[in-house]
C-alpha cells in the first residue's frame, strides 16, 4: 500500500463536505443578520473570522469574496437569513 492510497472514504468525504458547507452557511447567514449595510471587506473579514478556526490549513477562495459581496449588496436579507435558521 502506498501511502497515497490512504484516503477518506466516500461516505466520509461526504460529511465531511457537508459539514463545511454548514459552517459556511452559519457564518454568512450569521453575517447577513447582524452586518447589513456594511461594505464587502468588513463582511469578508467577518467571514474570514469565524471560519479560519474551523478548518485545517484554511485558505479562502473566490467564495468568501462571492458571499461577502452577496451580503454586502442587500442580496441576502437579514429576515431571509434568520428564516432559513
Not at 454568512?28 to 449595510?37: D, H, I, N, Q
Not at 490549513?57 to 454586502?72: I, N, S
Amino acid at each position: 500500500m502506498e501511502l497515497n492510497d490512504v484516503k477518506w472514504n466516500e461516505q466520509a468525504r461526504d460529511k465531511i463536505l457537508l459539514d463545511a458547507d454548514r459552517a459556511l452557511q452559519e457564518a454568512v447567514r450569521e453575517a447577513a443578520s447582524s452586518l447589513s449595510g456594511k461594505d464587502k471587506d468588513e463582511v469578508y473579514k467577518f467571514l474570514f473570522e469565524k471560519l479560519k478556526d474551523q478548518f485545517v490549513d484554511f485558505q479562502p477562495g473566490p467564495d468568501l469574496t462571492k458571499y461577502a459581496e452577496a451580503v454586502a449588496g442587500g442580496e441576502l436579507a437579514a429576515d431571509e437569513a434568520r428564516a432559513e435558521g
